[in-house]
């Protein structure tokens, strides 16, 4: 019996080691990859970026690209061609990757880079957090200089359960970074200013996101909200200008005041039946929107919720609907 037991355990825990793996490596080329190996001058630098040659890149999953090198950035976008991925900046200039085996090359006309792929799994050391009344932690702040970062699950055996506020704010590094299942609590302002975010996966353990939360994340690129978020606060993801696309869930009932003030980058927003409220000004100078759906559940809309989207914006309203009321006014 104990054989058979121990034969289960084994299966189990290499169950759940392949399905860690496989979860780890569903992105295949989306991630941030990172220089570690440069070829110039006729000569090999190992870890480019200690003598002052850093150099990352990441290629987000709707097709978006931010590249850093040496604390400067620059947004493009990228596709899969081949053996290759090929790269578009915002400028025109284009630059060609080569995939081999575990490695992304860039050839220019004088060097060879080498990427690899980073997977930062935090040091507890970089972290400081503060003991909640449960038993659990909330993170109060980050000293580390990671571009992808995974957040731990737990800090020194205490499971995170809040992000506090401003923990990550104004992080010059963080290109993408993954909550863990089990965070319930994401504070205000707790990522504010990190310009060059582009990617965050918020887990649907997450039930509150606070005001201004992720306002001015620049390089925001898109965001899936989790199933349980109820209210959309004030300033979440005002001044994100590069957000191309949001997923609302039919759990939020409520978006606050400048929401998703100046959002340039968003060209078409479906709010899903179940949201009753929009306030003013939530949707106020996203200059690229075309179009906007409301629900049939809406009962109070107020001020000028899309203010500043320009005249060409369409907005559909279901026949007989509040919404359609008001818009008719």
Known sequence: MRRIL?????????AAFAFALAEEEED???GTWEMI?????????????????????????????VVTINKKVYYGSW?????????????????????????????????????????IFADASDFSYRLQADGTAMIIGYSGDA?????????????????????????????????PQGVETIRTFAFKGCAKLSRVKIPNTVREIGISAFEDCEGLSGVTLPDALRVIRCGTFAGCKRLRSV??????????????RGCEGLTGITI????????????????????????SSLTAIYGSP??????????????GSYAASFFAR
């Open 147 to 179: 571009a992808a970062l995974n957040i731990p699950d737990q800090l020194d055996g205490y499971p995170v359960r809040v992000i506090g506020p401003s923990a990550f704010a104004s992080n010059g590094s963080l290109v993408r970074v993954t909550i």
């Open 306 to 319: 899309f203010r500043g989207c320009g005249k060409g914006l369409k907005l559909s309203v279901p026949s």
């Open 79 to 119: 596709e899969q061609d081949g053996d290759g991925i090929e790269l578009l900046y915002e400028d025109g200039d284009r630059a060609r990757f080569a995939v081999e085996g575990n490695q992304l090359i860039y050839r220019p006309s004088d060097q060879v880079q080498y990427f690899e792929k980073q997977v």
């Open 247 to 260: 997923q609302i869930p039919s759990s939020v009932r409520s978006i606050e005041l400048l929401a998703f």
């Open 28 to 30: 295949g080329i989306a």
């Open 272 to 295: 899903p039946e179940g949201v009753e409220t929009i306030a003013d000004g939530a949707f106020m100078d996203c200059s690229g929107l075309a179009e906007a759906s409301l629900p």
């Open 37 to 65: 190996r440069l070829y110039a001058e006729g000569r090999t630098v190992d870890n480019p970026r200690a003598s002052g040659s850093s150099k990352t890149v990441t290629f987000n999953e709707d097709g978006t690209a």
């Open 6 to 14: 121990a034969l289960i355990t084994i299966l189990a825990l290499t």
